[in-house]
């Protein structure tokens, strides 16, 4: 294949199944008929070998939603949704070699920094999606129907070569790839068939006819003045030529039509293309990536937030955990009708694990889920929800918020919590990320504070990055003032007591219950109000008995 045009690997790749994809795209060929397998071709397509499981954090990301809101991908006036089971694989499979990362990086930049490479892209992937379409359009009709349907087929083909060999020849990044491979295929013998047979189709003669109108409009007479045929397509016979190969196959008993003819030569010239083909689909697969990324910047540009294109901590072993975020937030919460506040986020000294404290609803958990959020795209080189960003790169990723009990579990919480924990050191390797909610919450304080310190000291061993929240408050506070290999955040207050959703350093010194059963009217007096309200106004005796037990 000439000149791969791998737009998500710094080692060109084939990611696609070519086997199956070319048996799908030669059977709606032929038969007119679309086909599921084309589909599965292409949302089977592998960026890389596997290194993330999807079930260790795809649902505590909220993934799917986030997905969902933040790469609708726009061209004018179309919309294009997202392959999610692709998009997932592409996030679940980041790349191990650092220049693919980088790779990638370079072409969103160019993207983005560059609005006619950006329109040029967009063009062309409106032109794969509608090649696309046309494969994946059903024909049921008479022989000239299926002829117009190749036909068009084949015409698209020429149209997506011809804008890649004819674009993208001033870009600095891994847009070139597309310039390169069209002219590559240009100069094919199948590209030349195709043009020649798209010419002669489109243009065997061109005819100057003069007509007759009567003096209702109605056409009356028609006189051909001129026939100037295309002589110079190689597919051009002269008329005696025609009649004369027509007559010898008749001579020898071969009788079929003019668009038998045809019909073989198209055959003939989608063969040949089919080769060249199969990593158009794989284009349109990488660029849907990309589409998506820029998507996702535009959606969180238009709310007045950033995005940035991260750096990579590998200098040294200290460096490997160093993490610094500027301007962090959640795109999750793009879905609520809430401002987005962006934080700071930073572990310099390169310190393994960070335990946060803070009040309810103080924005611990939107925080993890930002920071995975963020590693999860930073690592696919994609753009990240942040002004600037300095991250490790982690081996895999584990994110667990606090699980709900359902009527299907029969172990209560603190079996649940155990078994979060098991599946924990189940899953997770060395130099992972670790993202972790409200750590033994599900049992009482003195097995819960064994249960976390135990954890602690067998996380230092496995030596991933990791940010727990815990509401052991003097716990944290025993342990920042005798362990030095651990990190705290607090969430910040106003004097009012209200959450800043900022992350400062240090333990908090209350959970701020009072607050948060204040803010959901769980106090005395509305407790007591509602009891009123119920059974009516208590009686004299009943109040001095309630008051004394107050």
């Known amino acids: 294949m000439e000149s791969l045009p791998d737009l998500l690997n710094f080692e060109p790749t084939l990611s696609l199944d070519k086997v199956a994809l070319g048996e799908a795209l030669s059977f709606a060929f032929a038969t007119g008929r679309s086909s599921q397998a084309m589909d599965d071709a292409m949302a089977s397509a592998r960026p890389g070998e596997p290194r993330w499981d999807p079930d260790c954090f795809a649902r505590d990301l909220y993934l799917d939603a986030f997905m969902s809101d933040c790469f609708k991908i726009r061209v004018g006036p179309n919309q294009y949704r997202v392959n999610k089971t692709w998009m997932t694989r592409v996030l679940s499979d980041p790349p191990s070699d650092v220049r ?174 089919e080769q060249h083909l199969i990593p158009y689909f794989q284009v349109l697969c990488d660029m849907e990536v990309y589409m998506a990324s820029l998507a996702f910047a535009d959606r969180a540009r238009a709310k007045g937030l950033p995005v940035c294109l991260p750096g990579f901590h590998q200098e040294s072993v200290q460096e490997q955990h160093s993490m610094k975020i500027v301007d962090l937030y959640n795109p999750l919460l793009f879905q609520q009708d809430v401002d987005v506040v962006p934080c700071q986020l930073e572990n310099a000294d390169g310190r393994v694990i960070t335990i946060v404290t803070g009040p309810n609803s103080g924005g611990k958990t939107r925080m993890l889920q930002a920071v995975g959020l963020t590693q999860l795209l930073a690592q696919s080189g994609l753009f990240v929800p942040a002004r600037s960003a300095h991250l490790p790169l982690v081996s895999d990723l584990f994110v667990s918020l606090i699980e709900d009990e359902t009527v299907s579990n029969t172990e209560g919480r603190l079996g649940m919590e155990l078994i979060r924990i098991r599946r924990l050191f189940e899953r997770c390797r060395k130099d992972g990320m670790i993202l972790l909610d409200e750590l033994c919450s599900g049992t009482n304080p003195s097995e819960g504070v064994e249960i976390f310190t135990m954890v602690l000291e067998l996380l230092k061993k496995l030596g991933p990055s990791a940010f727990i929240t815990t509401h052991f408050l003097e716990l944290a506070e025993q342990l920042s003032k005798r362990q030095g290999d651990l990190a705290f955040r607090q969430v910040g207050l106003t004097h009012k007591q209200e959450p ?38 208590l009686t004299a005796a009943e109040q001095r008995t309630q008051a004394k037990s107050a």
Not at 200 to 219: H, T
Not at 500 to 513: C, D, I, K, N
């Open 100 to 273: 693919t990362v980088r790779f990638r990086q370079e072409i969103l930049e160019e993207l983005d920094r560059v609005p006619q490479q950006r329109e040029d892209f967009s063009a062309l992937f409106e032109e794969l999606n509608q090649l696309r379409y046309l494969f994946n359009t059903t024909r049921h009709g008479i022989r000239a129907d299926m002829t117009h349907f190749r036909v068009n087929i084949l015409h698209q083909i020429k149209n997506v070569t011809d804008w890649m060999a004819t674009h993208f020849q001033e870009t600095t990044s891994g847009l070139s790839r597309l310039h390169q491979a069209g002219l590559a295929i240009r100069k094919t013998k199948a590209y030349q068939d195709l043009a020649g047979m798209i010419d002669f189709e489109g243009n065997m003669a061109r005819l100057d006819v003069q007509i007759r109108l009567s003096a209702d409009g109605k056409l009356r007479g028609m006189e051909v003045l001129s026939i100037d045929e295309n002589a110079s397509n190689r597919y051009y016979a002269s008329p005696l030529e025609r009649v004369w190969g027509r007559a010898k196959l008749w001579f020898r008993g071969y009788r079929f039509l003019y668009e038998e003819l045809i019909g073989q030569l198209i055959d003939r010239v989608f063969d040949q293309l």
């Open 500 to 537: 800043t959703y900022q992350f400062l350093e240090g333990v908090a010194r209350t959970s701020l219950a009072h607050k948060t059963a204040a803010r959901l009217g769980v106090t005395w007096d509305s407790l007591l109000d509602l009891i009123e309200k119920r059974n009516g106004p």
